[in-house]
């Protein structure tokens, strides 16, 4: 089964910064979605930042500039750099990784797997 294992959260003041990581480990053949979403209290998840195996990449506009999201393939880890954050950048971030494994069986299967998640605060 493949886990996810996310770190980086934390307190930051307006305008600071902030590091993302996660990590997937498990029976993996390939990865090919490694995204970051995120939660505010009572907002629905929202997709923040996106990144693809053939390294394109997407974000939200109210990121845009200020959020670089990057990967290390040979690792199994996307980072999500937020600078300049804003309190309306207060949630939970998630990681969002889509791919293939084995898992057990004999030939790789699709997977879908969510990190369990990492608060960030930032104070106005």
């Known amino acids: 089964q493949v886990q996810l294992v996310e770190s980086g959260g934390g307190l930051v003041e307006y305008g600071g910064s902030l590091r993302l990581s996660c990590t997937a480990s498990?029976?993996?053949?390939?990865?090919?979605?490694m995204d970051w979403y995120r939660q505010a209290p009572a907002k629905e998840r929202e997709l923040v930042a996106a990144?693809?195996?053939?390294?394109?990449?997407y974000y939200v506009e109210s990121v845009k500039g200020r959020f670089t999201i990057s990967r290390v393939n040979a690792m199994n880890t996307v980072y999500l750099r937020m600078n300049s954050l804003k309190p309306e950048d207060t949630a939970v971030y998630y990681c969002?990784?889509?791919?293939?494994?084995?898992?057990?069986?004999?030939?790789?299967?699709?997977?879908?797997?969510w990190g369990q998640g990492t608060q960030v605060t930032v104070s106005s």
């Open positions: 498990g029976s993996i053949f390939s990865i090919d979605n």
């Open positions: 990144t693809r195996a053939d390294g394109t990449s």
């Open positions: 969002n990784v889509k791919g293939t494994a084995y898992n057990a069986y004999p030939q790789p299967r699709p997977f879908d797997a």
